[in-house]
């Protein structure tokens, strides 16, 4: 067993059922009597429903959309949040929400209780972004890190399974992809296996049967497990895959995910044989490039980046991106290799 | 559904051979300058060595460390650490020094650097006790758990072998009754699956060559994990009745812990059923309880209250104690059941 560090921040973690009812209890937890609730514009029933809930402990409500937080969202948030005297931050929504919510926290310093309502896993993370000017900027801070976290399944009986599929899938990857991660431990390991189970016996689930509430928990469980992976190991070949997929060509960013995925661990497996045994046994499969792209399958989530939108002359501009400069990978990376594991996303095939 | 509340307080562990040499840094990175070093009489050299090694860190040591934290002793470890103006508490040892450090942590609210050097586990808990005119009071605050653990296996290695097993299968107990905990939850599920495989795998080697160093870091990893457990979830039968046999009729904690494990496990056997599944596979046996009991043989370790200064007699004494006040266990507590399970360890019969 080589040397390692583990650190775990202090963290409350709720998995349960009718769970806004519960609210005025956890702020008490936390010594707070003025929450500011902020909520995306969709989940707007939410936040009143949790401002009703907590009656006199609201001080005020932020609901506006915020794709990618442009700065002035996040700053009128904080504004708001500092006139009213906030002292907690309850947030109900996914990534665009629970970003406006850190960066509430990250000038004010007030605690977070996070509800979430998809998989981005942004609620067990302390990394924050915001965009300005067209550029995206992104930063690690432990005061962003929600205190609490509560899961209640019904938040996301709502969510269309072209989403669920797509947002579980790049939440399986943060799993998958951590396992060999450089600073993978055998305890974000164990996260990661975990991680890898919820999920794939409970997305075919929840695509098929979207008010399936046990499913919906169990996603939940994963994708709680997947933010905790972000949080605990540093990214690799995958995430640069994605990020100059997505940003190059404007793909959506789960459907990039879910679709480079099984190349990327195809393109690992050798030089990362342990790590990707275990995936395939979390996975219920003999190998787990193989395993990923037939749950994808299974899920009906996009298994090609044709499908979703990129262009074929765009292979050797992402080949070049990448490379410049080389990611983390356990099996070194050259163009020959980067090409044709984007030529193989880019058809959909199956991992041989 | 899937309903749980898990709650992780800060923490940082190093792991590793050799990583003792990471404890200046360590204790820095927590803001001391004038560390006490904490340890028993029979660790002096080792509390000494290691204050050397923190240099000008260092303010000084207290080498009285005593079982079960008498409360003199508590007040002179106090003392100590006031007349020096220490600002971090660093205890080496097992249990006894790590209760030391509590103790003082627990008024003064210094941080705590634990190193362990047992399979005790206390050093991951926030649990605390201190005996006064003989009678031991224990007690929760969150101010005792360990800000920074270092495990260094090294440290292990003078363990004599037969105590490596009784107290690596104390570490086991704490693992098993945490699967079935009335407030368990998957994460401390994990933990504890994943140290009873540690335990069960690297245990047989450490007692046969006590200084296999993969074997020696195996097990305590596995140690690291059942401190967590311990620290997380409650306990059950096989605690209570360990506590009322050691308590009451002074056997030694960790063979009470290692003879009583396969009986507490049979009890519960079929009122556990999904977590005796998970014990099983994590021990490679069919069945939890016999394999625990398969185990200790193979550690050599005692197996029958009879062997461990019992008096017969006193089992109808034990079972009236162990049943008097009511408790939380799986299957429930009866004064005859638990009689015949009495009978049964103190002969030392494999459980059916």
Redesign the interface.
């Known amino acids: ?17 009718d769970l806004i009812a519960t609210l005025p209890n956890e702020l008490e937890r936390l010594g707070a009597s003025r929450a500011v609730v902020v909520g995306t514009p969709s989940q707007r029933h939410s936040v009143e429903a949790a401002a009703a809930a907590l009656g006199s402990g609201a001080v005020g409500t932020f609901v506006e959309a915020a794709t990618h937080i442009p700065i002035d969202v996040a700053r009128r948030a904080w504004n708001i949040a500092t006139d009213l005297e906030a002292d907690a931050c309850v947030v109900i929504g996914g990534g665009n929400a629970i970003g406006v919510a850190k960066g509430i926290a990250l000038e004010t310093g007030i605690p977070i209780v996070a509800m979430p309502t998809t998989y981005s896993g942004s609620e067990a993370t302390p990394i924050y972004g915001f965009t300005e000017d067209g550029v995206k900027r992104v930063g690690k801070d432990m005061k962003t890190l929600p205190k609490v976290v509560m899961y209640d ?1 019904a938040l996301a009986a709502g969510l269309p399974p072209e989403v669920s599929g797509p947002s579980g899938m790049n939440a399986m990857a943060h799993c998958v992809v951590g396992l060999y991660a450089p600073d993978a431990t ?1 305890i974000s390991s ?2 990661a296996a ?1 991680g890898i189970r919820a999920l794939a016996r409970s997305l075919p689930i929840v695509v098929k049967d979207p008010g399936n ?2 499913g919906r ?2 996603v939940f ?1 994963g994708s709680w497990l997947a933010g905790s992976m972000l949080r605990m190991v540093s990214v690799s070949l995958h995430y640069k895959l994605c990020h100059v997929l997505g940003g190059t060509f404007n793909l959506g960013h789960a459907d990039v995910h879910t679709v480079i995925l099984p190349h990327a661990v195809a393109f690992t497996h050798a030089a990362a044989p342990e790590a990707t045994k275990i995936a395939a046994e979390a996975l219920g499969a003999n190998d787990a490039a193989q395993g990923l792209y037939d749950l994808i399958r299974n899920i009906g989530a996009p298994t090609s980046l044709e499908e979703i939108g990129m262009l074929r002359g765009g292979i050797e501009k992402a080949v070049e991106m990448t490379l410049d400069p080389p990611p983390y990978s356990p099996r070194p990376v050259d163009a020959d290799g980067i090409r044709q594991l984007i030529e193989d996303a880019y058809y959909g095939r199956r991992p041989r | ?19 003792l040499g990471r404890l200046g840094d360590e204790t820095e990175r927590l803001g001391a300058r004038r560390a006490l070093v904490l340890s028993t009489p029979e660790q002096k050299e080792d509390a000494e060595r290691v204050a050397a090694s923190l240099g000008r860190l260092a303010a000084g040591t207290f080498t009285g460390a005593a079982m079960h934290v008498p409360v003199e002793i508590a007040a002179a470890a106090r003392n100590r650490a006031a007349q020096l103006n220490a600002d971090c508490a660093v205890a080496i040892g097992g249990g006894s020094t790590i209760g030391l450090a509590k103790a003082i942590a627990l008024e003064t609210g210094l941080p705590i650097l634990a190193i362990p050097t047992t399979y005790a586990g206390s050093e991951m808990t926030p649990i605390y006790g201190l005996t006064e005119a003989g009678i031991k009071k224990t007690g929760q605050d969150a101010r005792v758990l360990p800000k920074t653990v270092i495990y260094d296996p090294n440290l292990t290695v003078t363990m004599p072998a037969k105590l490596s097993g009784t107290s690596g299968m104390n570490a086991l107990a704490h693992c098993l009754e945490g699967l079935y905990a009335e407030n368990a939850n ?1 994460i401390m599920t ?2 504890a699956a ?1 140290g009873i495989r540690a335990l069960a795998r690297a245990l047989p080697v450490v007692v046969r060559e006590p200084k296999n160093m ?1 074997a020696r ?2 097990a305590q ?1 596995g140690a690291w994990l059942s401190g967590a457990v311990l620290g997380n979830v409650g306990m059950a039968l096989h605690h209570k009745l360990c506590h009322t046999l050691g308590g009451t009729f002074n056997l030694p904690h960790a063979e009470v812990h290692t003879v009583v494990l396969p009986y507490a496990a049979a009890y519960n056997r079929d009122a556990a059923p999904e977590s005796m599944k998970i014990a099983a596979g994590a021990l490679d046996a069919n069945d939890a309880a016999q394999g625990i009991y398969d185990l200790s043989v193979r550690l050599d370790a005692p197996v029958a209250l009879k062997d461990i200064g019992m008096p017969e007699d006193g089992l109808d004494r034990a079972a009236e104690l162990a049943t008097r006040n009511p408790y939380y266990n799986p299957r429930p507590v009866e004064k005859d059941a638990i009689r015949q399970l009495l009978e049964d360890a103190f002969h030392g019969i494999r459980p059916e």
């Not at chain 1, 040397?3 to 349960?16: M, S």
């Not at chain 2, 749980?4 to 050799?18: D, L």
């Open positions: 067993m080589k040397e390692f560090a583990y650190e775990q921040p202090t963290a409350r973690v709720v998995f349960g059922t399944a055998p164990l996260f975990e509430l046990d928990a169990d469980y | 559904m899937k309903q749980f509340t898990y709650n992780q307080a800060a923490m940082r562990v190093i792991f590793g051979v050799g990583s998957p994990l933990f994943e993969d870091s195996e990893y």
